[in-house]
């Protein structure tokens, strides 16, 4: 199983960006799956979360009304679009996935798959 993030990069404080993640290996259709972020010197934290069918989402207070999470289940693939991009924002980028609950948390130790991670890098 292969999660692969794509789409970050360096961009201007209230600028955008969308980050991808596609799946390889096995379906999550049914699955939760999620973006956390680990800043330089702080812990992996997360930022946002979609349920199996997509019609549940979660996001950590910080992004909220600024990030928005959705998900292709034909593709299996899901997506962070991030707008209203703030220094604070700059991080690794880390997708996951998980084979066993269908509504996303925020415990990484429910994830089972995670990406390699991609830079995000708010500045001017």
């Known amino acids: 199983v292969q999660l692969v ?3 970050g990069g360096l961009v201007q404080p209230g ?3 969308r980050l991808s993640c596609a799946a390889s290996g096995r379906t999550f259709r049914g699955n939760a799956m999620g973006w956390f972020r680990q800043a330089p010197g702080k812990e992996r934290e997360f930022v946002a979360g979609i349920s199996g069918s997509g019609g549940v989402t979660s996001y950590a207070d ?9 998900r ?5 693939t899901i997506y962070l679009q991030m707008n209203s991009l703030k220094p604070e924002d700059t991080a690794v980028y ?6 066993r609950i269908t509504i996303a948390q925020a415990r990484e130790r429910l994830y089972d798959y995670w990406g390699q991670g991609t ?3 708010v500045s001017s």
């Not at 910080?62 to 959705?70: A, C, P, Q």
């Not at 880390?94 to 084979?99: E, G, H, K, M």
Request: aromatic share 6%; with cysteine; proline share 0%.
């Open 15 to 17: 600028g955008s960006l």
């Open 62 to 70: 910080s992004v909220k009304g600024r990030f928005t999470i959705s």
């Open 72 to 76: 292709d289940n034909a593709k299996n």
């Open 5 to 7: 993030e794509s789409g």
């Open 94 to 99: 880390y997708c996951a996935a998980s084979a």
């Open 119 to 121: 830079q995000v890098t």
